[in-house]
């Protein structure tokens, strides 16, 4: 028969029964220990030596895994960041004065979605807890809480077509977590646990409408909350109440930081959604990875945390109104015209902490004493960062600067009360400035003067005694004692009472040792806790000024975006864009924004005329690698950095807002649920064509190339003659494809022209010039290609044997009259009618040396010439 469990472990086992699908960390002394299973998770996860240790309840070996307490926010990080749930339960009680076992209880669950710990945060983006709750017919309510830094807004998505818009706000939010009732379990987690996201369940009572919002209007002090704007949203309302509680229930706190609920209408902003987000690699890397080859690594310059996550924020939320547009446009603008101010800027926001998760750290009541001072530095700044600017300025740069409070009353706090340089943990001591509290200045005196006191004790003892090598030492079971080797026994004082003998000697002590030992230790042990204490109230009458402290930092966020963004402008030469209500979209010498980062020669760039009442669909033809996709990509990022407020990488661009921008390009198999490249690909064009309005935007490169030729030139053409249809106007279209005889289209729909990507083409070799001109071609390519990719060249041989002998059977009587209007560009003189008075003439003409009257002219005779009429007149 084995004993039954310790009454510590019997704590443990009641913690791990309420929280079965955690890991637990349970303080143990110096260390945080974990058991049984959550042992074995964290020896694997965090390469932590698993050992063992007495019994667990069946009588088997017990696994044991254990960090120090010291440093167990590190391990805690790596854990929740590969989507474990973690709960801490710490010593709540001093053990030298517990009566029994040590007292424990749960003092916090830390879960992907709801990390505030800086040491624990990692990056400076947004850290979303997501929301889902149902709320009418295939509709669900979206809530999104970051509870670093207080923000919480609502949205809607459809539960339609695989939840495609929960899926779309999941990618382009980027959460961490997502909670979703118990009811939900079989229909959700599957779709967004694909997506790299931890979803955890929760109870379904914590969803309902009427707690939910109850909730909210306790947590934000207000009867209603239709000033949030969130009226009618029921799903949104009942996600947001779950979020919060679920924030609240995990974090042990009420998060006063948290004080308001924004609402964030899909229909009021440029819709983007997972594939388009995905395809133009606006956040992440065609293959979901953040790295430097996106549209918000090449804009994202912003000097500050705050100024990041709002970089990003407007990026994934392109505006719908014109009047909003300009406003932003109008602050970049001034800044890219005003250099020095724009530099001088820059540098002041640098100065800037994060002071968003400071005051997010401060309203947990965690904040440490560095944070504090940094908080202070950053403050410090404002002044000087807010005198930068004046005159005529924009009027979203002058509501930033009037938006940043001095914060006189929290600088001058922090300053009086933290020392210069503090610990970064307050449990270390040493963080409160003297003159700050007179009973704490108090006991410093004392615990030093006792400390002197002892220094000069020890002289004192050795001259009345004798014994030069008397010492006072100090151990934390003894005390303070006096030290005497065994040569100088004779020598002790008999007031001396012996404490221990030791190998060297004996140790002794005297009531005037014991007195002062008493004072010293009482001393250090209730400084320690008065400092805490102070340092608690400190931190308590600072959440008074989280609000204000948030207000500043959104105000310093969107400043350094406009700053950034008209950097980015200044440097890489973009322009600003005019913004109509038209259906236009005229581009002039446009370019990709990402691509021309990273290209070893000059970009070569482009213009583009989409009409949805006149030039609707433009279908592109042309060679492999000759940039199709390049610019249809350009085209539409330039519609979305113009309408998020930043210049455009073009000579001119206007931008017909777009409500919406689609994409279908690249082939990607959906391996997890059993779908294939063509199914992928018929999926998103059905939600393209279903759901694009005359006010869209649609990119379309080779669609119908899943399938065999026939059938994927029947679809592709189909596509065309849906999008024009036969209404007045369309959604704006660029459509790529090899498909060559879709080109015929031109002539039997007015709104589609035909463009192609033009090729020097030597017989033997081939050049992409990376233009586009109007007019098609047909002729891709395809062996030049794989020869450059590097295909054997007896492959390649081959290929290009087998498609001249296809070229003769298609065409026994030899070449076709042909019926595209590609350029040829070959080598000068070759089929050139050399007596041709017009080529004579042009070749013997210098436009360096031509003043513009005299080249008109030269024009007209040339035409007059070409047409048989006689050179002069």
Known sequence: MTDGPTPAMRQYYSVKARYPDAVIFFRMGDFFETFGEDAGVVARELDITLTARGKDKNGDRMPLAGVPYHAVDGYIARLVGKGYKVVICDQVEDPKTAKGVVKREVTRVITPGTLIDSAMLGSAGAHYLMAVAPDRKDTFGLAFLDVSTGEFFVSSGSGEREYADIISETVRYRPTEVIVPESLADALPGRLEALGVTVSRYRDDAFAFDAASEHLCEQFGTATLDGYGCAGMTGGVAAAGAALRYAQETQHSPLSHISGLATRNPSGNMVLDAITLRNLEITTGIKGLADENTLLATLDVTETSMGSRTMRSLLISPLLEKEAIEKRLDAVEW?????????????????????????????????????????????????????????????????????????????????????????????????????????????????????????????????????????VGYNRIFGYYIEVTRPNLALVPPEYERRQTTANGERYTIPDLKEKEAMIATAEERLGALEAEIYAELVRTLAADVPDLQTTARAVGLLDVYSALAEVAARYGYSRPTIEESGRIVIRDGRHPVVERHLPVPFVPNDTDLDAAGDQITIITGANMAGKSTYMRAVALCCIMAQMGSFVPARHATVGIVDRVFTRVGAFDDLASGQSTFMVEMLELANILNNATPKSLVILDEIGRGTSTLDGCAIARAVVEFLHGKAVSGPRTLFATHFHDLVDLEGSLKRVKNFHFAVKDTGTDVVFLRKIIPGATDKSYGVHVAHLAGIPKKVTDRAMALLKEASVRENPGGPRAPRYTQMLLVDPGEGVDEENPAVRELAALNPDEMTPIEALNALCRLKRLANGDGGER
């Open 335 to 471: 800044l890219t015209s005003h250099a020095l101010d724009r530099q001088a800027l820059r540098r002041a926001l640098g100065d800037f902490a994060d002071i968003e998760r400071i005051a997010g750290r401060i309203a947990y009541g965690n904040a440490g004493p560095r944070d504090l001072a940094t908080l202070k530095e950053s403050l410090c700044a404002i002044p000087e960062l807010k005198s930068l600017l004046s005159g005529d300025l924009p009027a979203l740069v002058s509501e930033a600067l009037d938006a940043m409070s001095d914060h006189a009353s929290v600088r001058d706090l922090v300053g009086r009360a933290i020392v210069d340089e503090p610990p970064a943990r307050a449990v270390t001591g040493g963080m409160i400035r003297d003159g700050f509290n007179a009973k704490l200045d108090e006991l410093r005196h004392l615990a030093t003067s006792g400390k002197d006191w002892i220094a000069e004790f020890q002289q004192q003892e050795r001259e009345r005694t004798g014994i030069k090598s008397l010492k």
